[in-house]
């Protein structure tokens, strides 16, 4: 390394002493130069002293890179290297030409060494690595003491070297300042601010948008996606002993919870709470949205509160729809997803340094979205990411079906499942999605009726417990809102009557009202949509490529022989004009929501006879929905046969008996006619193995059947043990419907701890007042005390004649519990008249 100093020192002296002499003398070796300039032994030892203190400079600043990295190399190896390096470096004639042409910049200078001189022959792979760092680290050195050196007034050497002796701490400043070669930085991070900072901006820039369902493509407004947002709640399985718990216990958002294990609040908290969370939520709850809400508040630096800690992470959005087949992204990968025009411009390790810094923020979306017998390669890719960038943070989202909430637990992941909407929550999105339809191209009616419109669909929702229960899911609550203002018929009383009406208000009314004739008659168009639906969905994916997908709608088109358009307009008209298939990027095709794609191929489904096919995948979670409304497209001998021959596997297949029976079970949700021998036995096996849950766990799955499993509930649970009798009053709480309700009034005189936690903890799934009154008016509670998640429930507490002491484990006064000599009261009249209990 000394040696290799010298020679930079030399090389870059030399340059510096031919910078002002005749062209005659630019060759002129530094003992020629030196000898002619210099008279006096003492002058010149004083340049001897400099190249020696230059020399010594880069030396010690090229054994902090080195010294690390290549500890185990062989001595030889490493002489070999650097001396390559050396050789190097002496080939080169550093003139006036070379070092305009390279504009001084080491990295430019270092491409021309490589250039005329070869790496030495016979280096071992990590001799190699070494060669290739000495020499770049070495350049730049060089290029920083040419322009350090200063401009040399003829016949002013020995002046000049007395001043520079004096300053070799400018020069060992400067040198500190060189982006340094390391093994996650080989070419040094001298662009990694000004590369973060433009990718930040696309990030703002591409994501900072939300779709508004329900409007065609071409009319969809550009929403702000940080004004839209709305915060969704989550429910939560308590992991003592978890990474976040260990990392943060002063921040740990999640309240003690006794036996049961869950519990709720806002998804910001819960993923302040975590440096990685698996975020669970079915079809249409939010889980896209709000990863990009993520990346792009991320790359404002806008988080306050519980993730303000996060204002300094670069985000990278992967979504593994793009991913089904071939290798999953490695780090060097991960922007051909977010920014593909300009991955190739990336610094080279760039995101390997985000992720060791802990500056990461991984964002991975739909682990439902890649086949099952893929999900094992995505599981140990994740972990393989969590061990080797322990810092990193991360988010990953899957349907509840998908992968249960302990699947990356292992990995440190705090489970956090999307909850329905309360009716606070659709309140705000019907405003916000009136809001955003005001900035549309073009509505269906005039923009003034929009106010009238988000009146009358509140006034419904309010009179209308069915529409509530729609409209608690986010999509689906788009769709609502979209109907609405389309039309002003009686709105949908079920989600097959949704999307049939969605579906036929985006291919047919919309052109009519407005006059527009396309290629494509609306049955037409359901054909070939419902082809590209099934086509997919037997492959197991939801996105491909524009050439597939052309190739698909020509193959449609040879048993369409009324349609006489090539392939390549039908599909632009299919992407311009129905608002259901869409380019999210460049050269893909999907549908705009996977629940459309879903339901156009349950429908070719039982079109085209494929009800074998949809019994044969009945066992995977990917096909569960589109066999729940393959049954509602059925006709009654292709629904008996189905449902038949799922519970025969059932009865079969042990070890998927339990999944296999609820899907027969959900099946009764859409179902229009079926046998009465088929429904006698979907009903006993309800009964016999699903009812009444058995656990916490068996009521999260109850909830797949929907409000209808409700029917074969005992109307008290006086004769089911402590465990079942609180699972059951979580899954009639989890219905949020009337029947629902009525149940819970039943079961709220049992005064065991578990169902009386329980109660409390549905409280906030249903009107607060009414519940209060109803449910919780009367019941003992656990010994008179409750614990309140929801600030909004507080002002009702003084409804409940049992209390004596609550837990507000919610907003300011969180944790601290309150006692009462009669009853605790806090309402918006009275105030609190609760007072701290003092502390044992």
């Known amino acids: 390394m000394l040696d290799l100093g010298k020679i930079i020192a030399e090389k870059a002296v030399t340059a510096w002493l031919r910078r002002h002499r005749a062209r005659r003398q630019r060759s002129a070796t530094l003992a020629e130069l030196a000898a002619e300039e210099l008279a006096s032994p003492i002058q010149r030892n004083k340049l001897e002293r400099l190249l020696g203190n230059v020399g010594g400079q880069v030396a010690e600043r090229l054994e902090l890179v080195l010294e690390t990295r290549f500890r185990s190399l062989p001595e030889h190896e490493v002489a070999a290297a650097l001396a390559g390096a050396g050789d190097a ?95 996650h930085a080989p070419r040094g991070t001298g662009h990694d601010a000004e590369f973060t900072a433009a990718y930040l901006r696309h990030i703002e820039s591409t994501l900072d948008s939300v779709t508004l369902l329900g409007l065609a493509a071409h009319e969809q407004p550009k929403l702000a996606l940080s004004t839209a947002y709305l915060s969704l709640s989550v429910a939560s399985v308590l992991d003592r002993h978890s990474r976040a718990t260990r990392r943060r216990p002063d921040r740990h958002w999640f309240a003690e919870t006794g ?20 975020v669970r939520g079915e079809a249409g709850s939010g889980k896209t949205t709000l990863l990009h809400w993520l990346a792009v508040t991320a790359a404002r630096s806008a988080f306050t509160e519980q993730l303000a800690d996060w204002n300094s992470c670069v985000p990278f959005v992967i979504r593994l729809r793009g991913h089904a087949t071939g290798e999953l992204p490695r780090p060097e990968q991960f922007l051909q997803d977010a920014w593909p025009a300009r991955s190739a411009e990336m610094p080279e390790l760039w995101t390997h340094r985000r992720l060791d810094e802990g500056s990461a923020l991984l964002l991975v979306d739909g682990v439902d979205e890649v086949p099952p017998n893929r999900r094992p390669q995505v599981h140990a890719w994740l972990s393989e990411l969590a061990r080797e960038f322990p810092k990193a943070r991360m988010v990953v ?3 509840p079906a998908a992968a249960e909430a302990k699947w990356l637990a292992a990995e440190g992941f705090t489970a956090v499942t999307l909850e329905p909407m309360n009716r606070e929550d659709i309140t705000r999105f019907v405003a ?18 929009l106010p009238g419109a988000q009146r009358r669909l509140l006034n419904q929702l309010a009179s209308r417990p069915h529409l509530r229960v729609l409209a608690a899911n986010p999509l689906l609550c788009a769709m609502l809102c979209a109907l609405n203002l389309d ?21 047919e009314t919309r052109d009519l009202k407005r006059g527009i004739a396309g290629l494509l008659d609306v049955s037409r168009k359901r054909v070939l949509l419902r082809d590209m639906a099934w086509r997919l969905t037997e492959a197991n994916r939801i996105e491909l490529d524009r050439a597939r997908a052309e190739e698909h709608v020509a193959r449609k088109l040879l048993a369409m022989p009324n349609v006489t358009d090539p392939a ?54 990917v096909w569960w929905e589109t066999i729940v409304m393959a049954c509602g497209h059925a006709k009654r001998t292709q629904a008996d046969t189905l449902l ?10 042990p070890r998927r008996a339990r999944h296999l029976r609820l899907l027969a079970a959900a099946c009764l949700e859409t179902v229009e006619e079926l046998d009465p021998a088929v429904r006698a036995r979907v009903d006993t096996l309800i009964e016999t193995h699903l009812v009444p849950p058995r656990s916490v766990r068996e009521a999260g799955s109850l909830a797949a059947i929907g409000h209808r499993v409700l029917r074969y509930f005992p109307s008290t649970v006086d004769d089911l043990s402590e465990a079942s009798a ?50 919780l008016a009367g019941a003992p509670l656990r010994d008179g005390h409750i614990r309140v998640r929801d600030e909004h429930l507080l002002p009702y507490v003084d409804r409940l004649t049992n209390l004596r002491s609550l837990d507000p484990s919610c907003g300011p006064a969180a944790g601290r519990p309150w006692t009462s000599s009669r009853a605790c009261r806090v309402s918006p009249r009275s105030g609190s008249t609760c007072r701290p209990r003092p502390s044992s």
Not at 489 to 507: H, I, K, T, V
Not at 595 to 617: D, M, P
Not at 644 to 653: F, K, Q, V, Y
Not at 727 to 749: M, P, S
């Open 644 to 653: 038949t021959e799922i519970l025969d596997r059932a009865d079969t297949e």
């Open 89 to 183: 470096l002496a080939e080169v004639e550093l003139s006036d030409e070379l070092v305009f042409a390279t504009d001084a910049d080491g990295d430019k200078l270092a491409a021309h060494v490589r250039s005329v001189c070869p790496p030495p022959a016979g280096l071992a792979e990590p001799a190699g690595q070494l060669y290739d760092i000495a020499l770049d680290q070495s350049c730049r050195y060089l290029a920083q003491v040419i322009q350090h050196l200063p401009a040399l007034p003829p016949r002013a050497l020995a002046e000049t070297l007395s001043r520079l002796t004096a300053q070799t701490a400018q020069l060992d400043e400067l040198l500190a300042r060189v982006p340094r070669s390391t093994l």
């Open 397 to 399: 989202t899957a349907r």
């Open 487 to 507: 039309q002003v018929s009686e709105l949908p009383r079920n989600r097959m009557e949704l999307y049939r009406r969605a579906l036929e208000m985006l291919l």
């Open 432 to 449: 916000r999605w009136h809001e955003a339809a005001q900035r549309a191209h073009s509505l269906p009616g005039d923009p003034a009726e």
């Open 568 to 621: 390549g307009e039908i599909l632009d008209h299919l992407l311009e004009r129905s608002g259901v298939l869409r380019e999210p990027v460049p050269g893909k095709v999907d549908f705009v929501h996977r629940t459309f794609q879903e339901y156009l191929a349950a429908s070719e489904a039982t079109e085209q006879g494929r009800i074998e096919k949809l019994v044969s995948q009945a066992h995977l979670d």
């Open 726 to 775: 609180a699972a059951t009053v979580r899954a009639a709480a989890f219905t949020e419907n009337e029947d629902g309700l009525r149940l819970l009034r039943g079961y709220a005189a049992d005064p065991r701890p578990r169902v009386q936690e329980e109660l409390a903890a549905a409280w906030r799934y249903f009107e607060p007042a009414r519940y209060a009154e109803e449910v």
């Open 259 to 278: 036996d049961s294990g869950t519990s709720s609040g806002r998804v910001e908290a819960a993923l302040g709470g975590a440096d990685r969370a698996f």
